[in-house]
């Protein structure tokens, strides 16, 4: 099991940045999938972002462009950056942490991002 720590939200204007983290505990940090979910109100937990072990990354249609996830093995640490915030991001947002080959993962407890007009 992965202990995860997300931080990094808050409130920005339409067009801003902020840079999300999460850091792991409790599990081989290097050999898990990373990711990044949203919830929205009323709205189901959709993927944002995912981070391979080897580095290979895949983004929602939504966010392609604007988002970069990263990871630093070394610290144990994912990150989401978020350029060009719209409001439509406004939303909690979740890290994730899957073994590979497995379909067990963890999530953190979610930091809220809320993007203004």
């Known amino acids: 099991q992965v202990q995860l720590v997300e931080s990094g939200g808050g409130l920005v204007q339409a067009g801003g940045s902020l840079r999300l983290s999460c850091a792991a505990s409790?599990?081989?940090?290097?050999?898990?999938?990373m990711g990044w979910y949203r919830q929205a109100p009323g709205k189901q937990r959709e993927l944002v972002a995912v981070i391979t072990p080897g580095g290979d990354t895949n983004y929602a249609s939504a966010v392609k462009g604007r988002f970069t996830i990263s990871r630093d093995n070394a610290k144990n640490t994912v990150y989401l950056q978020m350029n060009s915030l719209k409001p439509e991001d406004t939303a909690v947002y979740y890290c994730?942490?899957?073994?590979?080959?497995?379909?067990?993962?963890?999530w953190g407890q979610g930091t809220q991002v809320t993007v203004s007009s």
């Open positions: 994730n942490a899957r073994p590979t080959g497995s379909l067990l993962a963890s």
């Open positions: 409790g599990s081989i940090f290097r050999l898990n999938v």
